[in-house]
């Protein structure tokens, strides 16, 4: 039996309430093998048993009090994943399905992301099993506060630097600043995403999103193609969705369908950008509420789904781009964009598509990006920002976009080639698995056994 399917099946045996932890080592560990067979330092020195378990996690309770009151307890976590290549990098998610399975498959995901952007950072993930839905302002703070308290010990600018992800956007990265600087007095870059008078990178916010499109450009330009004029179906209607939209329209496309938790928006005219981030940014309302506010855009609420299917990917587009959440196209929905001939798809998301799924788009031949590779450009430019922070110092914003752009590209020209050394042109998941595994790899040989 081969390294990578031995350590896999100890990992299965190991964790099997770990599903989507599981999930993301299967679709990583089962690309490694040929450069593995290059390098047999890296099962003699047990290198993917090493990279398979995190350095650390942190796990505790962050209690807090609600507008009433009352004692509300929550779990937190952080899981210092991989520091083999520099301080430990990655997202806080704030969502009531967080758990350390969910966590240990994003900050899996996170290493060989990280490694990507060409920067020295390791990967790490955190969050809590709080929803911010519903609560109010204060709520939010005092939770922010309480997380902080227990976080505040394990971070530092050159030890651990958290970000946002779902759920924690500028309002919550702003009152865990303030709590790890009253707990602290230290006035420095422990957080990534800030506000641009206290420390925030220009660009930042509208990272991933770009830097989405900037990848899905450069991976149309190999193949002679491009997004100009054409239709696309963007999902989810948050940060990442919603820089992707504005992107899209910058490149003369034009995005149709945005979605949430609740249901789906699908608008032949185009999602307008300004109304989303009024529904979504200033209400924190439903999607149906932008139904109201266009009158040409149609809700579909969530009750009308088929089982295991979901209909935003029923659109005739030419690309898609799922910027929600894990597991939101499944192999049925990914045959249905290619019945209807998308020739792209590009993964703001994480993990969004099933192994059914990436196999299909494989299997098809169109112009995939992986999510580790194609929505990298938001951690790359929160490194950007610890730059800055470092420098004290702040770029232009066309300084940190013209950086970014060429991040991406690099990145792209990175997988791809990778992916033609290996003798598999065009297969990015096997590309970009591959090239960032091996500097993670190269660097953990270097270290020794630790
Ligand atoms: P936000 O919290 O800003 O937005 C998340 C969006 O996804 C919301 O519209 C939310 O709907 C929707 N959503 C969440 N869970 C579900 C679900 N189970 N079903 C349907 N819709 C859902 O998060 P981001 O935009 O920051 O993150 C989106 C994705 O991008 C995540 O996978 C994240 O890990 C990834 N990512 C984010 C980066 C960043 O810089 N922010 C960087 C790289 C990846 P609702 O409003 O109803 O909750």
Redesign the pocket.
């Known amino acids: 039996m081969s390294y990578t399917q031995n350590v896999l099946d100890s990992l299965n045996a190991r964790y099997p309430y770990q599903p989507e932890f599981l999930q993301a080592a299967t679709e990583i560990l089962s690309t490694l093998q040929p450069a593995i067979d290059q390098n047999p330092d890296y099962e003699r020195y047990k290198i993917l048993e090493r990279l398979t378990e995190p350095e650390r996690i942190y796990s505790f309770r962050v209690e807090w009090l609600d507008d009433k009151g009352q004692v509300q307890v929550n779990h937190g976590y952080r899981v210092q994943f991989n520091s083999a290549i520099g301080p430990y990098k990655g997202?806080l998610?704030f969502?009531p399905?967080v758990n350390e399975g969910i966590l240990k498959f994003?900050g899996l995901e996170q290493i060989l992301?990280n490694s990507l952007t060409g920067t020295p950072i390791g990967g790490a993930k955190g969050g809590a099993d709080f929803d911010p839905?519903g609560k109010s302002d204060l709520e939010v703070m005092r939770f922010c506060q309480a997380f902080m308290v227990q976080l505040y010990r394990y971070i530092g600018a050159t030890v651990d630097v958290p970000?946002?992800?779902?759920?924690?956007?500028g309002r919550e990265i702003g009152y865990l600043y303030g709590a790890y600087k009253r707990l602290t007095t230290k006035y420095e870059g422990i957080l990534t995403?800030k506000g641009l008078t206290w420390g925030g990178s220009l660009v930042?916010t509208e990272?991933?999103?770009y830097g989405l499109i900037y990848f899905t450009d450069a991976m149309l330009k190999d193949r002679g193609e491009s997004l100009k004029g054409k239709v696309c179906s963007v999902?989810?209607?948050?940060?990442?969705?919603?820089y992707a939209c504005e992107k899209l329209y910058q490149m003369g496309a034009t995005p149709v369908t945005?979605?949430?938790?609740?249901g789906f928006i699908y608008d032949p005219n185009g999602i307008k950008v300004d109304v989303l981030l009024q529904v979504?940014g200033k209400e924190?309302a439903?999607?149906a509420r932008y139904a109201e506010l266009v009158p040409s855009a149609k809700f579909t609420p969530?009750s009308e789904y088929a089982p295991n299917r979901h209909p935003i990917w029923d659109v005739p587009v030419y690309a898609a781009f799922p910027?929600?959440?894990?597991n939101?196209v499944t192999e049925e929905d990914a045959k249905a964009l290619l019945k209807n001939g998308c020739k792209c798809v590009a993964e703001?998301?994480?993990?969004?598509s099933t192994i059914g799924a990436i196999n299909e788009f494989l299997k098809a031949g169109i112009a995939y990006g992986p999510?580790k590779a194609a929505?990298?450009?938001?951690?790359a430019t929160?490194q950007l920002e610890m730059e800055q922070n470092a420098g004290m110092t702040s770029w232009s914003f066309e300084e940190v976009d013209a950086k970014l752009l060429k991040i991406m590209t690099d990145l792209y020209n990175n997988a791809a080639s990778t992916a033609r050394e290996f003798k598999v042109d065009g297969n990015l998941v096997l590309g970009a698995n591959i090239a960032g595994f091996r500097k993670v790899a190269d660097a953990m040989l270097a270290q020794g056994v630790i």
Not at 235 to 242: C, D, E, I, L
Not at 258 to 262: A, H, I, P
């Open positions: 997202g998610r969502h399905t994003l992301k839905k970000a946002g992800d779902i759920g924690v956007g995403g930042r990272a991933t999103g999902s989810g209607a948050g940060n990442v969705a919603t945005v979605s949430d938790s609740r979504k924190r439903s999607l969530v910027c929600a959440t894990q939101e703001g998301a994480n993990m969004p999510a929505n990298a450009g938001g951690v929160s």
